[in-house]
């Protein structure tokens, strides 16, 4: 994914509903936001809380429609793990969900240290031994043994800042925190006739 400081073209590939944002634009919605949470947060920090949920339903071979608020996405395997591969698998989105989050970070805290970011792509690998997946081996975990974030980043401030800029956004990035940070789990299995 690459953004550019001047103009950045958002589209949604669901729907193809395309918005053009200029950096102008952006500063105002990133000033904007981060002052009204401030302001919600200052008065009650019980304002800060935020529940997020999705909903997903079986479809096809191991397929999955997800429902996140307005949005709907299907979720697949690739063929040789019993998939239809008509989407992209759940770790494929997890990472995708990472270097998202990163993007969203890395403008917020650009804006707020005062630094330029004239273009960013962000790329997400993951190690995964599928032994684990499969219960071939029980040692062997069934996610990701290592991830990599390449982030390639310009801009016209110094190096250092920009390593500034990585070190705050990996320190404030939800998602990278759910990668790095065991997250309690609570399910619920109900049978319904």
Not at 92 to 109: K, T
Request: with cysteine; aromatic share 6%.
């Amino acid at each position: 994914m690459t953004i550019t400081a001047e103009t950045t073209t958002n589209t949604d590939t669901n729907t193809g509903r395309t918005a053009l944002i200029s950096a102008g634009d952006r500063a105002d919605r990133l000033t904007s936001a981060g002052q009204a949470w401030n302001e919600r947060i200052v008065s009650s920090a019980k304002n800060a809380q935020l529940t997020f949920s999705a909903e997903g339903t079986a479809q096809g071979s191991v397929s999955s429609v997800i429902t996140a608020g307005n949005h709907t996405f299907t979720v697949g395997e690739p063929t040789p793990l019993a998939g239809d591969d008509v989407a992209p698998s759940p770790v494929e989105y997890a990472l995708g969900a990472l270097i998202s989050c990163q993007i969203v970070v890395y403008r917020l805290y650009a804006h707020n240290l005062g630094l330029t970011i004239d273009s960013l792509d962000v790329r997400a690998e993951g190690d995964l031994n599928v032994q684990g997946l499969f219960g071939a081996a029980e040692a062997v975990r069934p996610g990701f043994s290592a991830v990599r974030v390449i982030v390639d980043i310009t801009g016209p401030d110094s190096d250092e800042a920009y390593q500034e800029l990585q070190t705050t956004v990996d320190a404030h990035c939800p998602v990278f925190d759910i990668f790095t940070n065991p997250t309690p789990i609570d399910v619920t299995v109900t049978k319904t006739n």
